[in-house]
Structures are given as structure tokens and as C-alpha cells.
């Protein structure tokens, strides 16, 4: 019901930016990525002549979720350099794990760093450790290190209060 209600809508309203980006989301999540680009761009057009920063990370996300890491990384870079110390802390993130995937280790190891100093503690999850932890490892440090990184992690585990 949702779905057709938000095609009715986006049909009635081609400049109804948030149906388009609450479809993008609903195929993207669904990993029907094919049907969530077709979104994207709608989404990105409903705003035109307007530019938006943001659609780079959308796009990111979407190349990341298909594992074209080259894309998602030329993608956040790119909005690293344009935003700066304004850029939001999961671009960091989306960056470490895109490099750590194609075992480039030292451009995983910066952004893991500039994610947890950016990243507001509190919207730390298991898997942020997790990542850091896989990415100590193959920067050879030590098993001491690693081990209290996961611990760290597992300290966020609700399950255990």
C-alpha cells in the first residue's frame, strides 16, 4: 500500500523530492539496486535546477552496496573535498570499509581513524569496532590492540545488560 501510494504520488508530483528519496530507499534496502538508481535520478531531477552535496552519498551508498568500491570512493572523496570538516562522519566510514575491501589497507587505516574522531560516541555501533578491528589486523597491529578494539565492540552489545 505504501508503494503504490508513493508511485501514485510521485506521478501526481514529479518535484515530490521525498517520495523519490523514500523510494530510493525502499529498493535500495530491498537490494534491487537496478530500480533504486532509476529512483535516484528521479530524485536528483525533482530538484532540479537545484544541486545537492548529498545526492554524491546516495550514489556512494548505491556503488558500495553493488561493490563497486572505485565508484563509491571516487563518489565520497569527492564529497569529502567539497564538504571538509563538514562532512558527515559515515562517509568516513563507507570510505574505510571500501578501501579496506580492496586491500588498501593505509587509506582503510585514515578514514577508520577520521570516522572515530569525527563519529559522536554515542552513535558508535558494534560493527564500527568491528571494521577498526579487521583493519588493525592487517596493518599489523598488535593482537593485544585488536582484541581490545573487538572488546570495545562488544561492550556496545545491549544483549549482554
Known amino acids: 500500500?505504501?508503494?503504490?501510494?508513493?508511485?501514485?504520488?510521485?506521478?501526481?508530483?514529479?518535484?515530490?523530492?521525498?517520495?523519490?528519496?523514500?523510494?530510493?530507499?525502499?529498493?535500495?534496502?530491498?537490494?534491487?539496486?537496478?530500480?533504486?538508481?532509476?529512483?535516484?535520478?528521479?530524485?536528483?531531477?525533482s530538484k532540479a535546477p537545484m544541486t545537492d552535496v548529498s545526492d554524491d552519498s546516495y550514489y556512494a551508498d548505491l556503488c558500495w552496496a553493488?561493490?563497486?568500491?572505485?565508484?563509491?570512493?571516487?563518489?565520497?572523496?569527492?564529497?569529502v573535498s567539497q564538504l571538509g570538516d563538514k562532512t558527515n562522519p559515515r562517509a568516513y566510514k563507507l570510505l574505510a570499509d571500501a578501501y579496506f575491501k580492496k586491500n588498501d589497507f593505509a587509506n582503510a587505516k585514515k578514514n577508520i581513524d577520521k570516522f572515530f574522531q569525527k563519529q559522536n560516541p554515542d552513535n558508535l555501533i558494534s560493527f564500527d569496532y568491528q571494521l577498526k578491528a579487521e583493519i588493525l589486523a592487517k596493518m599489523g597491529a598488535t593482537d593485544e590492540e585488536v582484541y581490545q578494539t573487538y572488546l570495545a565492540g562488544s561492550a556496545l552489545d545491549t544483549v549482554i545488560n
Do not use: H, M, S, W
Not at 67 to 74: L, P, T, V, W
Open 1 to 45: 500500500l505504501v508503494l503504490e501510494n508513493l508511485n501514485d504520488a510521485v506521478k501526481r508530483d514529479p518535484k515530490f523530492t521525498a517520495g523519490f528519496y523514500e523510494l530510493f530507499y525502499y529498493y535500495f534496502y530491498r537490494k534491487q539496486y537496478d530500480k533504486a538508481e532509476v529512483e535516484l535520478k528521479n530524485l536528483i531531477q
Open 66 to 79: 553493488r561493490g563497486d568500491y572505485d565508484c563509491a570512493i571516487a563518489k565520497d572523496e569527492k564529497l
